[in-house]
């Protein structure tokens, strides 16, 4: 039998604006324009090879290893946007194989362990649509597919593109003006660096769907946020972006997590995102901003506790050394850095700055935090030399 197969990657996106509304649930369309930094792969990706044959008997997906439902609404409208465009070419090239027509087998892996807390939905959505779309060998651009990954998991149309990217409201009511456009490419700011303290939780947070629909639906300073804060936000964000204005950049950044924490806890009933734990974050990154007089920093929490922290390169040396000293206990310092350098961090530490301290710094910090990610600005979704199906079974491997 013949199996048609293609394989991508595709990156994790956190934002540096936020996407929290939706003023169409069903297309997801967005309440407010928002913008991102994509990260790197090799610390977290999808993996998503899809395959389609004739005989294949029903569209499956396997996850992780695990078979799960392609039930959902959301991924079923993905599919059938990417069927449609692929039987578009297949009516106006009749000698095209009728891919359009056969059920598909999708097989995805992260890099990144479930327990690592990290939600893996954009990453995934983005593979699922990029891994078909090359399976159909559909003409359309990455804007142009960024509006069906949209319409599974709205943060997942911004891991559509590397670097620094914005996914525009758009007003159009079909949705079409909706989609993920190129801040600036990775290759022109590739000295912004992040780090992810993965904070402990015990209980489950409120889902970004429902969390987000009792915001728009409860909360007045939501509306002032949508309004007048992020359209401005927006047009001042991307031009520090353009121009490299770290200062800037890590303000809004900063402003914009604190803006949408806001609204969550303006929400009825509230809804709590971050726990203690990244409220001392929030105070230690205020704090070394201020030790320094210069903001080498900023810190961005989605809907959860785990903080992520935007740098620039240079200024890794002074970060680190508050950031090892306090969280070296703590797992994923190496092996990206040695021993010497980690030695280095504390030696900093010790010898330049300890004594010119005059803020708490908390010794316990690292008890609320399971792991640190280290990683950095990446790449769009990459063609992937690995595949995970069996060219001749169509079967996972
Ligand atoms: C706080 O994209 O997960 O991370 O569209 O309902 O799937 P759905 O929501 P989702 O929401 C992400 C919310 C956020 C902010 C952001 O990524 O912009």
């Known amino acids: 039998m013949t199996v048609y197969v293609a394989s991508t990657t595709a990156p994790v996106n956190i934002a540096t604006l936020k996407y929290w509304g939706k003023r169409d649930a069903n297309l997801n369309l967005p309440t407010n324009s928002s913008i ?85 939905s954009a990453a995934g959505f983005a593979a699922l649509v990029v891994a078909i779309a090359k399976l159909y060998k559909l003409p359309q651009d990455m804007s142009e597919l960024s509006r069906i990954a949209r319409k599974g998991s709205g943060s997942a149309c911004r891991s559509l593109f590397g670097g620094f990217v914005a996914w525009e409201m ?143 390169e240079k200024n890794e040396n002074k970060l680190f050394a508050f950031l090892y000293k306090l969280l070296h206990q703590v797992d994923g310092w190496e092996p990206k850095y040695n021993k010497d350098q980690l030695n280095g961090f504390i030696n900093t530490f010790e010898n330049e700055y300890k004594d010119k301290i005059e803020f708490f710094i908390d010794p316990e910090l690292y008890q609320g935090i399971t792991r640190i990610i280290l990683t950095r600005v990446g790449p769009g979704p990459q063609d992937s030399e690995k595949s995970l199906i069996d060219q001749s079974t169509g079967l996972p491997k």
């Open 36 to 120: 991102s930094v994509t990260l790197a792969q090799d610390d977290l990706r999808t993996l998503t090879s899809a395959a389609t044959s004739e005989r294949f008997e029903k569209d499956t997906l396997w996850l992780n290893g695990k078979e799960e439902s392609l039930a959902n609404k959301r991924t079923q409208d993905c599919l059938q946007d990417l069927r449609d465009l692929r039987h578009q070419l297949e009516s106006q090239n009749p000698s095209l194989p009728k891919l359009s027509q056969w059920k598909l087998h999708i097989v995805s892996e992260n890099n990144f362990p479930t327990a690592a807390g990290l939600a893996s």
């Open 170 to 312: 758009g007003d159009a009511e079909d949705g079409l003006d909706s989609m993920a456009v190129e801040v600036l490419p990775l290759e022109a700011w590739p000295e912004m660096k992040a780090a992810i303290l993965v904070v402990s939780d015990v209980k489950k947070d409120t889902s970004s769907t429902q969390g987000m629909q009792l915001t728009v639906a409860t909360s007045d300073l939501f509306k002032e946020r949508v309004t007048t804060v992020v359209p401005k936000r927006f047009v001042e964000m991307k031009e520090a972006i353009v121009n490299r204005d770290f200062t800037k950049f890590a303000e809004m950044t900063m402003k914009d997590s604190n803006s949408f924490h806001a609204t969550c806890l303006d929400s009825y009933p509230p809804i709590f995102y971050i726990n203690d734990t990244s409220k001392k974050v929030i105070r230690l990154v205020h704090s070394i901003n201020a030790f320094f007089n210069e903001t080498v920093v900023a810190y961005t929490f989605d809907a959860g506790p785990n903080a992520v922290l935007y740098y620039l």
